[in-house]
């Protein structure tokens, strides 16, 4: 699933290309696209008719682009498993998984809404008086938000009772954080994964959320991480940064701080990678 690099990433192209243009035609091609949005497809197109886009915004893995509309709307969006928001010239084939289709008044490069598994979607929303997606309020904070708040964070944190990790992946604690991130970090900050967290002490979570900004800095310089064509940005290209990844994907390989075998373990139905002698379930 797209991470926040990978989610900012297309929140840049984006900006750069949709911006102040005005919404022509919509078309739902699969309803499950826009099953979030609870009046249904029809009125999800009609909705949209007319509006124009004034900006791209992002919180942790959802973007959302405000509408110049009375109330305050906005599109929301997000990728899931394997969405797409691409930039295409309306010559180009649709292809077998486009779901949503956006065609612009100056004849100009359409948004297409591409989605393989249907996973994620897109929606009409209100935006609260703090310009974010009611749907969303609930989601906290992203590390790379000037709004983010580190001392916060320690508190709420150390109450959770969890690992560190489980920790990570809440959304509601801090948002943007993926299985892929959260490893790297871990192992940059030399915490493991199953750590609990009223273990852990201020200076353990400052090291942390450096690495968490860290890491993601560096993905977004690369682009994002694709391990397949699901995630590209907006102009259909991969990210580089699965190149750069110190213990995600590598099991067995030498840990490139110490040499030891990089692990794999079963982690939420999914898998947690670190290095055993770098990232000891230890109190430091």
């Given at each position: 699933?797209?991470?926040?690099?990978?989610?900012?990433?297309?929140?840049?192209?984006?900006?750069?290309?949709?911006?102040?243009?005005?919404?022509?035609?919509?078309?739902?091609?699969?309803?499950?696209?826009?099953?979030?949005?609870?009046?249904?497809?029809?009125?999800?197109?009609?909705?949209?008719?007319?509006?124009?886009?004034?900006?791209?915004?992002?919180?942790?893995?959802?973007?959302?682009?405000?509408?110049?509309?009375?109330?305050?709307?906005a599109i929301l969006?997000?990728?899931?498993?394997?969405?797409?928001?691409?930039?295409?010239?309306?010559?180009?084939?649709?292809?077998?998984?486009?779901?949503?289709?956006?065609?612009?008044?100056?004849?100009?490069?359409?948004?297409?809404?591409?989605?393989?598994r249907t996973f994620?979607?897109?929606?009409?929303?209100?935006?609260?008086?703090?310009?974010?997606?009611?749907?969303?309020?609930?989601?906290?904070?992203?590390?790379?938000?000037?709004?983010?708040?580190?001392?916060?964070?320690?508190?709420?944190?150390?109450?959770?009772?969890?690992?560190?990790?489980?920790?990570?992946?809440?959304?509601?604690?801090?948002?943007?954080?993926?299985?892929?991130?959260?490893?790297?970090?871990?192992?940059?900050?030399?915490?493991?994964?199953?750590?609990?967290?009223?273990?852990?002490?201020?200076?353990?979570?400052?090291?942390?959320?450096?690495?968490?900004?860290?890491?993601?800095?560096?993905?977004?310089?690369?682009?994002?991480?694709?391990?397949?064509?699901?995630?590209?940005?907006?102009?259909?290209?991969?990210?580089?940064?699965?190149?750069?990844l110190q213990v995600?994907?590598?099991?067995?390989?030498?840990?490139?701080?110490?040499?030891?075998?990089?692990?794999?373990?079963?982690?939420?139905?999914?898998?947690?990678?670190?290095?055993?002698?770098?990232?000891?379930?230890?109190?430091?």
């Open positions: 699933m797209p991470e926040l690099p990978e989610v900012e990433v297309v929140r840049r192209g984006l900006e750069q290309h949709v911006v102040g243009r005005r919404i022509e035609r919509v078309e739902v091609l699969h309803p499950r696209a826009v099953r979030r949005h609870v009046a249904g497809p029809a009125e999800f197109a009609a909705a949209l008719a007319g509006a124009r886009v004034t900006d791209v915004r992002r919180r942790g893995k959802y973007l959302w682009l405000p509408l110049d509309d009375e109330p305050d709307r969006g997000h990728l899931g498993m394997s969405g797409q928001l691409l930039l295409l010239a309306g010559y180009t084939p649709d292809g077998p998984h486009l779901r949503v289709r956006l065609t612009f008044d100056d004849g100009g490069l359409q948004l297409r809404f591409v989605d393989q994620g979607g897109l929606a009409v929303s209100a935006l609260g008086d703090d310009g974010v997606p009611v749907e969303i309020a609930h989601i906290a904070v992203d590390p790379l938000d000037a709004a983010f708040d580190a001392s916060g964070f320690a508190t709420a944190l150390r109450r959770r009772r969890t690992g560190i990790k489980r920790a990570l992946l809440d959304q509601t604690l801090i948002s943007g954080v993926g299985n892929i991130y959260a490893d790297e970090a871990l192992w940059r900050a030399q915490l493991h994964y199953a750590r609990p967290t009223a273990t852990l002490r201020r200076a353990e979570i400052d090291r942390l959320v450096g690495a968490v900004r860290e890491v993601m800095l560096a993905a977004l310089a690369e682009g994002g991480t694709s391990f397949d064509q699901l995630y590209v940005n907006v102009n259909g290209e991969s990210g580089y940064f699965d190149r750069s995600y994907g590598r099991e067995g390989e030498p840990c490139a701080r110490c040499g030891a075998p990089v692990q794999r373990e079963p982690f939420m139905n999914r898998s947690s990678h670190y290095c055993p002698r770098c990232q000891r379930n230890v109190e430091a």
